[in-house]
């Protein structure tokens, strides 16, 4: 089994930033990934980043390009998402996920575990 712990939500006035953490333990392995999706009040879940961890291979949204990174944290098993010039639509429940294949994807369904979600807030 793998357990992710999301931190670093938050509310934050628009074109302010916050930095995510998902921290993973339990029987991961060198050849994974790690992704980002978020759900907006009355919106569907949505992709928005994701890194693989072996070949460090990154995606990212249209909607968050450029202003969002995804990245590898100093703590082992720790990704993190920086997100800068935030704006009110960025306002979600940030989930961070893990698959156990080292392609990275946005496709959701691929992603056999997830965190419990951060709330961010981003008023305008």
């Known amino acids: 089994q793998v357990r992710l712990v999301e931190s670093g939500g938050g509310l934050v006035q628009a074109g302010g930033s916050l930095r995510l953490a998902c921290a993973a333990s339990?029987?991961?392995?060198?050849?994974?990934?790690m992704g980002w999706f978020r759900q907006g009040p009355g919106k569907e879940r949505e992709f928005v980043a994701t890194?693989?961890?072996?070949?460090?291979?990154?995606y990212y949204a249209e909607s968050v390009k450029g202003r969002f990174t995804i990245g590898r944290a100093d703590a082992p098993n720790t990704v993190y998402l920086q997100m800068d010039s935030l704006q009110p639509e960025d306002t979600a429940v940030y989930y961070c996920?893990?698959?156990?294949?080292?392609?990275?994807?946005?496709?959701?369904?691929?992603?056999?575990?997830w965190g419990q979600g951060t709330q961010v807030t981003v008023a305008s």
């Open positions: 890194l693989g961890w072996r070949f460090s291979t990154t």
């Open positions: 339990g029987r991961t392995s060198s050849a994974y990934t």
């Open positions: 996920a893990l698959d156990l294949s080292s392609i990275a994807t946005t496709d959701a369904r691929r992603y056999r575990y």
